[in-house]
Nanobody, 121 residues
Framework: QLVESGGGLVQAGGSLRLSCAAS????????MGWFRQAPGKERAFVAR????????YYTDSVKGRFTISRDNAKNTVYLQMNSLRPEDTAVYYC????????????????WGQGTQVTVSS
C-alpha cells in the first residue's frame, strides 16, 4: 500500500514536500516513481529513483526544481518541489516498480491514491 501526503495550495515560487509511505512489502526491492495528472491530461512521469537511491531521473520541466529521495529505513519516498509554477498543478501519485526502473506508467505495479497540488499565480 502506498499513501501520499503533503499536497496543498501554494503560490507560484513556493515549495512543497510530498511524502509517500509504503507498507506491506519490502520497500527496498522497489524502484519508486512520482507521476502527475492534470485535468484533461494523461498521467505523466515526473521523477524516479532506484532501489538504493543512487540513481535519479527527472522529466525536463522539473529538472533543477524538484528532488526525489528515499529513506529505505522509513519505507518512504519524497518529492521536494521548489520554485513551483502554475503548470505544476496536478494530482501527484507515487508508484512502485518491482522488476524494472522506468518512466513508463504501465510498468509500475502499485499506485497510491494521489495528492492534489495546486499552484496559484
Amino acid at each position: 500500500q502506498l499513501v501520499e501526503s503533503g499536497g496543498g495550495l501554494v503560490q507560484a515560487g513556493g515549495s512543497l514536500r510530498l511524502s509517500c509511505a509504503a507498507s506491506g512489502g519490502t520497500f527496498s526491492k522497489y524502484a519508486m516513481g512520482w507521476f502527475r495528472q492534470a485535468p484533461g491530461k494523461e498521467r505523466a512521469f515526473v521523477a524516479r529513483i532506484s532501489r538504493s537511491g543512487g540513481s535519479t531521473y527527472y522529466t525536463d520541466s522539473v529538472k533543477g526544481r524538484f528532488t526525489i529521495s528515499r529513506d529505505n529505513a522509513k519505507n518512504t519516498v519524497y518529492l521536494q518541489m521548489n520554485s513551483l509554477r502554475p503548470e505544476d498543478t496536478a494530482v501527484y501519485y507515487c508508484a512502485a516498480d518491482l522488476n524494472g526502473f522506468t518512466s513508463q506508467v504501465r510498468q509500475y505495479d502499485y499506485w497510491g491514491q494521489g495528492t492534489q497540488v495546486t499552484v496559484s499565480s
